[in-house]
C-alpha cells in the first residue's frame, strides 16, 4: 500500500519540490531537492498584476466551485426524492434518459450553451459557468440510488407523525443520504475546480478567469515559465487537498452505508 501510494504521490511531491526552485534550476535539474530553496516563484506569482490577477483567479474559482457544488446538491437531491420516494409516474423513464443524457460528450453542447448564453448576456460572467454546471445527470443518478435505500417504514412512521413531505425530504432523507451528499459535492467540487474548456470558451476577459485557464497564461508559444506555472499549480492544488482531507470519512462511509435494510 505505501508502494502504491508512493506512486501515486510521486508527481504531487515532484510539483512542490519544484515550485521551491529558481527558474535556471528547474530547466537544469542537478537533485530533486531545491538547491537553494526559493519562493521566487510564489512571490511574483501572488504579486498581483493586470496580466496575472492570481488572487482573482483563486477567488473566481471559489466562488464558481462553491456555487456549483451546493446548487448540484440541492436539485440533485430534490430530484432524487421526488423520483425515488414520490413515486412519481414514469420515473424509469426518466432515470433512462438521464442515464444516457451522461454518456453524451460535454463538448458537443459547446456551441448551443455559448449561444444561449450569448442571448442571455451571460458571458464573461460567473452566470456562464455555475448555471450550466448545475444540469448534470449524475448527482440524480447517484442520490436516487441511495433514496431508495431508505426503509419505507421510515418514511411511513414519519407521515404518522405528522411530517410533511418537505420535512420527510429534509429531516429523514437528507441526513440518511449524508455520506453519498458529501461525496457527491466533492466529486463536483473538484470538477468544477478543475474545469478548464468551460472558463475558455465563456470568459473573455482575464479578470474573469478561473485558476486553470489563468495558469495556462504562464505557457506561451514562445516562453514556458515552469517556476510560475508550478508555484501556482501547487497553490491551486491545495484547496482540494484540504476539502479532501476533511470529507474523506465521509467518503468511506457513502460506501459502508451503500445497502441500508429495513
Known sequence: M?????????????????SFKTSGEVLNPSTIIPHPWSLAGYAKV???????????????????????????LLFSSMSAFAI????VKGAGKIITLIVVSMMIPGQLFLIPV???????????????????ATAGGFGVFMLTQFMKSIPPSLEEAAVI????????YWEICLPLVAPAMATLGIFTFIGSWNDFLGPL?????????????????????YVSEYSLTLAASALGTAPLIVVFIILQKQI?????????KD
Do not use: H
Request: glycine content about 4%.
Open 46 to 72: 501572488l504579486k498581483y498584476s493586470e496580466e496575472s490577477p492570481m488572487g482573482l483567479w483563486l477567488l473566481n474559482s471559489l466562488l464558481v466551485s462553491t456555487s456549483v457544488t451546493f446548487l448540484v
Open 84 to 87: 425515488a420516494r414520490l413515486r
Open 114 to 132: 455559448y449561444l444561449i448564453l450569448n442571448w442571455l448576456r451571460w458571458l464573461d460572467t460567473p452566470l456562464a459557468l455555475i448555471v450550466p
Open 201 to 221: 470558451v465563456y470568459m473573455d476577459s482575464v479578470r474573469s478567469y478561473t485558476l486553470p485557464v489563468g495558469i495556462a497564461l504562464y505557457q506561451s508559444s
Open 161 to 168: 407523525d405528522g411530517c410533511g413531505l418537505w420535512r420527510i
Open 2 to 18: 505505501a508502494l502504491v501510494a508512493l506512486v501515486f504521490l510521486a508527481p504531487v511531491i515532484l510539483m512542490l519540490l519544484t
Open 252 to 260: 468511506v462511509a457513502s460506501m459502508a452505508t451503500s445497502g441500508l
